[in-house]
């Protein structure tokens, strides 16, 4: 599975952005992933596209929302009311094939990822 970000970009404190992720296939679990500077890699928002599912990490809930397009192989993020550390690189995740599991904020539950796309939020 090939996965491509988009949609990154500067904004300011407060402001919005959607990022989308597009997928070469369908893969039944997908997420977002952000890493900022001199930080290890964190979960951001899971979705399981079969049962609507999704998972949040506790910072984001409320704030940013994850959802697929039509075809299911678009995972969209739309991240409201952003703040300077929401800055960081996000990364798109997708897991395809195995045994099933539920929407996961953990890494090592997903076996391709994209390049990422850079969102930096000034004050």
């Known amino acids: 599975v090939q996965l491509v970000e988009s949609g990154g970009g500067s904004v300011q404190a407060g402001g919005s952005r959607r990022l989308s992720c597009a997928a070469s296939e369908y893969a039944y679990k997908m997420g977002w992933f952000r890493q900022a500077p001199g930080k290890e890699r964190e979960g951001v928002a899971a979705?399981?596209?079969?049962?609507?599912?999704?998972r949040f990490a506790h910072t984001m809930k409320g704030r940013f929302t994850i959802s697929r397009g039509g075809d299911k192989n678009t995972l969209y993020l739309q991240m409201n009311s952003l703040k300077p550390e929401d800055t960081a690189m996000y990364y798109c995740a997708a897991r395809q094939g195995g045994v099933w599991s539920p929407a996961s904020l953990d890494m090592t539950d997903y076996n391709y990822w994209g390049q990422g796309t850079q969102v930096t939020v000034s004050s």
């Open positions: 979705s399981i596209s079969d049962a609507f599912a999704t």
